[in-house]
């Protein structure tokens, strides 16, 4: 029983393909070395990446969370490898969590280099020093939350959504307190903004067989009423709802009236997108694009906090109004042509292959099936602009972070995205000093590494030659 105990409690690596981590000391001096590798095998082959299922679309083992049993003083308890209460203490974190906070938890997983062999699960590099972050996934790597750029008075927390993470780091943004373009606050101090504001950690929401025109209903957020089904599989990857099983929403993306347990005043209104991520997704574009492909609803989703940013049309002329972006906000015949044709500045292309990039993606509209975005959810694969395609808020940012100003997916403060044949512009002087608070400017390293380790000229996926700000993509101008 002793040993059950010491089992159950000692949980620091949860998730799969995390870093291994090293042995604790459990009751008595006993050296317990916790658990790794999956919790469960997929209920639908091959409906996540190389079959690995922590989370699995759902909820996942509580264990890998939380403490299960801290209550009677005396039984020993594990907590993660960081969190700032000492394992092995009659002391626990909010929550019942592993982690310090929220963030902190699920960084615990999440943290940390890209392997070599394509680490698919890690989203903050946080090491210290003048390296580039080395993440290279759709969302952005949160490590650029420790790099100030003082060439262009672009300061760390600028760089993207900012989480708090106390045994990482990572705090809350000290400027901005409401969510911009919205009326969301979060609450008192280290809950303020966190992993769990956008996802739910429990995946409770879920895609089910609906009539709308891609197919596809939302329920959720509780199961067992006669509305919703049990979820087999992961809403990421393309999986498709079956009359006896649901499939989880996108990233474990939350809907209608979540509100967190740290956060409960501002429930959603909208449910998460519909969009399909190919299997392999932390992967630098040197070579060939990693695509993710976008249906429907993600502007909407982002609308839950930035309210007024959020809009369908526009009329030209008219003064107050924000760029288009929305299930609405359809290219018009014009960009439909640039975009399929714009190579990069003074470059255009009318062969009949499309120019899709993922540095400016789109939706493919309110049609778009889940088995249409698994189609297209591959590397390099034609992607054309057409009259059902629509502007998005991720059309221009990232979700989680980059190397430029309000996440922005390039330099939207550089004239040149390059200078000839290099990502020379505004890279001179010495390294950025990470985490200290000596700012330096952005390395030509950096740089690139910031668009995702592309070379500048010609190439699949190359940035040209004094190439202008990627507004071109759509509107074509340079």
Request: hydrophobic letters at 35%; aromatic letters at 8%.
């Amino acid at each position: 029983m002793r040993t059950l105990k010491l089992a159950l409690a000692a949980v620091a690596a949860f998730a799969l393909d995390a870093n291994a981590q090293t042995a604790v000391t459990g009751m008595g001096g006993k050296s317990v070395t916790p658990p790794s590798g999956m919790y469960q095998q997929p209920a639908v082959t091959g409906s996540q990446p190389d079959s690995q299922a922590f989370h699995a679309g759902g909820v996942a083992a509580c264990d890998g969370c939380h403490v299960m049993h801290n209550a009677s003083s005396g039984v020993a308890k594990s907590t993660g490898p960081t969190s700032q209460v000492a394992p092995w203490t009659n002391v626990t974190n909010a929550y019942l969590l592993q982690g310090t906070d929220q963030s902190s938890t699920c960084l615990v997983c999440h943290a940390g280099a890209k392997a070599a062999s394509g680490n698919q699960f890690t989203i903050a590099d946080l090491t210290t020093g003048t390296t580039p972050p080395t993440n290279r996934t759709p969302g952005g790597d949160f490590g650029w939350l420790r790099s100030d750029f003082d060439w262009t008075n672009s300061p760390s927390q600028r760089h993207g959504h900012n989480v708090a993470a106390a045994d990482f780091a990572l705090a809350v943004d000290p400027d901005l307190t409401i969510a911009p373009g919205g009326t969301w606050q979060g609450g008192p101090g280290r809950k303020q903004f966190a992993c769990s504001s956008c996802h739910d950690p429990h995946g409770r929401y879920r895609m089910q067989i609906g009539t709308a025109a891609n197919g596809i209903a939302f329920a959720g957020p509780y199961p067992g009423s006669p509305a919703t089904l049990p979820i087999a599989a992961s809403g990421s990857y393309g999986e498709v709802p079956t009359a006896a099983y649901a499939i989880g929403t996108y990233r474990l993306l939350a809907g209608q009236n979540y509100a967190p347990a740290s956060n409960t005043s501002s429930p959603f209104p909208n449910d998460p997108p519909v969009a399909v991520a190919p299997g392999t997704y932390n992967s630098g574009e040197g070579t060939s694009e990693v695509r993710v492909a976008y249906g429907t609803g993600m502007s909407e989703w982002c609308q839950n906090c930035h309210t007024n940013i959020h809009i369908d049309g526009y009329t030209s002329g008219v003064a107050g109004l924000r760029h288009p972006a929305g299930g609405e906000a359809l290219f018009h015949a014009g960009q439909i042509q640039v975009y399929n044709t714009y190579v990069s500045s003074g470059v255009v292309d009318s062969a009949a292959t499309s120019k899709y990039t993922s540095l400016v993606p789109f939706e493919l509209g309110k049609s778009a099936t889940l088995a249409t975005l698994k189609g297209a959810a591959v590397p390099n694969s034609i992607i054309a602009a057409g009259p059902s395609a629509n502007v998005m808020c991720l059309s221009c940012h990232r979700a989680h972070a980059t190397a430029f100003d309000s996440m922005v997916r390039w330099d939207q403060n550089a004239t040149f995205l390059t200078d000839g044949v290099n990502y020379t512009n505004g890279a001179t002087g010495s390294a950025t000093v990470v985490t200290t608070g000596t700012a330096g400017a952005r390395t030509l390293q950096q740089t690139q590494a910031g668009y995702y380790d592309r070379p500048v000229g010609a190439g699949t996926t190359a940035i040209g030659t004094y190439q202008r700000s990627l507004c071109n993509k759509c509107h074509g101008k340079d």
